[in-house]
């Protein structure tokens, strides 16, 4: 990763907010996606070795970034398959099932949240970036032209959702009890303080939602996908407040495989292949903030909110 992406700090409270000569490419249908994976008679390495199987699953394989992570990796030793996933309550299961080694969709409060909801025991592996979620609008131009008593809707899954509620919040459109934290709901807007309405639906649908309401956020994977620009976001969070470390998206595996060679190696080569890097601030739109945090601090991160997580049960 090229030096000017900072790392990103602990945050000081947990309650508050992958190019060579290219080959054969087989692209397959897989759970109403895609597969990037290179021919059986090119998964070998530089040096003519049988490279090292490894599936990965996300959701977003088409960005075009992935084949250039697929070309890397076979070049270093690894036969990587990405398969993609239609949304994101898929990855996790298929992860802890065996299905995939790995995959790379998620935050770790998200991956915090389904382990506690699943009894599940998937670790982070190590970091790609922190992605702004912003609120969009077909409808006004600013925050100021949402009238009081219009629609909002926020994605549905519990982390989305609370980050969507205080972005509602700093823009001055909802209040939440008690200052709001990344365990917020709908159940904790005051109503009678707040401008406007809010629904929760689910995230793949917030972009199409936007004929019908004055606003929504939407998740950064969508806003492109959607013929939507990442500039004229209404409003969005700040990717590098020390409280962002939480919402940083992680590599994430088995328990048994935090110490996986490959695995390792995988993820250093997304993180130190510029190719990728790049490739990954092009479909973001540049806003993409890319991170290189130690896997300890990963680790202790999703164990702070995953025990926060089962206190608020």
């Known amino acids: 990763m090229s030096e000017n992406h900072p790392q990103i700090a602990p945050p000081s409270s947990r309650r508050t907010p992958l190019i060579v000569g290219i080959a054969v490419l087989v692209v397959l249908a897989v759970v109403g996606g895609v597969v990037w994976s290179r021919s059986g008679d090119d998964a070998t390495a530089a040096g003519g070795e049988a490279n090292e199987k490894v599936v990965l699953g996300t959701v977003g394989a088409s960005d075009p970034y992935w084949q250039v992570l697929v070309d ?10 990405v398969k993609d996933f239609a949304d994101y309550t898929q990855p996790n299961p298929a992860l802890s099932e065996g299905e995939l080694d790995i995959n790379q969709f998620q935050h770790i409060v998200y991956l ?3 382990n506690v909801a699943n009894d599940d025991d998937i670790v982070p592996l190590g970091s790609t970036a922190i992605y702004p979620l912003g609120l969009y609008s077909s409808q006004v131009d600013s925050v100021d032209d949402i009238e009081d008593g219009d629609t909002v809707v926020v994605p549905d899954d519990d982390s989305n959702q609370a980050r969507g509620l205080l972005i509602l919040q700093s823009a001055g459109l909802i209040t939440l009890k008690d200052g709001g934290s990344i365990y917020s709901t709908l159940a904790d807007i005051d109503e009678s303080a707040s401008r406007v309405q809010v629904k929760a639906i689910k995230a793949d649908l917030t972009p199409t939602s936007l004929p019908d309401v004055a606003a929504a956020i939407i998740n950064n994977d969508f806003v492109e996908k959607a013929g939507l620009k990442f500039e004229d976001a209404l409003a969005t969070d700040d990717p590098e407040d020390p409280n962002a470390l939480p919402y940083v998206n992680i590599f994430a595996v088995r328990a ?4 996986n060679p490959t695995l390792l190696k995988l993820v250093e080569i997304y993180q130190d292949t510029q190719s990728v890097l790049d490739g990954v601030q092009d479909v973001s739109g540049g806003t993409a903030e890319l991170v290189k945090i130690p896997q300890a601090d990963l680790q202790a991160s999703l164990d702070d909110v995953e025990a926060d997580t089962e206190a608020q049960q």
């Open 72 to 81: 890397e990796a076979a070049q270093q030793g690894i036969d990587l398959e």
């Open 112 to 114: 915090a949240q389904y």
């Open 256 to 259: 048994e495989d935090r110490d």
